[in-house]
Nanobody, 112 residues
Framework: VQLQASGGGLAQAGGSLRLSCVAS????????MGWYRQTPGKSREMVAR?????FIDYADSVKGRFTISRDEAKVFLEMSNLKPEDTAVYYC?????????WGQGTQVTVSS
């Protein structure tokens, strides 16, 4: 399974960005898909994830501002009311057969 993320960039505080991630390869059987983010010196943290059945989980810090959606082997993250603390490299992932596959990461920078 390969994942390709896109859509990062620079936004001002209060602005919006949309991240996209497309899975390819052996996509049959992908269960959870979602997004993590990481800043220098910190561990990767879960932002949002969505099961194949449609269950959704958000980090407390993004609830009400970010929305995850999914279309088969694609996963999206609508980010609104962005804050400087949302600045990070965002990674999409897909879980298949209990193994997590990761995209290459896309930088999101929010200026104050």
């Amino acid at each position: 399974v390969q994942l390709q993320a896109s859509g990062g960039g620079l936004a001002q505080a209060g602005g919006s960005l949309r991240l996209s991630c497309v899975a390819s390869g052996r996509i049959a059987g992908i269960q959870d898909m979602g997004w993590y983010r990481q800043t220098p010196g910190k561990s990767r943290e879960m932002v949002a994830r969505m099961s194949y059945a449609g269950f959704i989980d958000y980090a407390d810090s993004v609830k009400g501002r970010f929305t995850i959606s999914r279309d088969e082997a694609k996963v999206f993250l609508e980010m609104s009311n962005l804050k400087p603390e949302d600045t990070a490299v965002y990674y999409c992932y897909g879980e298949r057969a209990r193994f997590d596959y990761w995209g290459q990461g896309t930088q999101v920078t929010v200026s104050s």
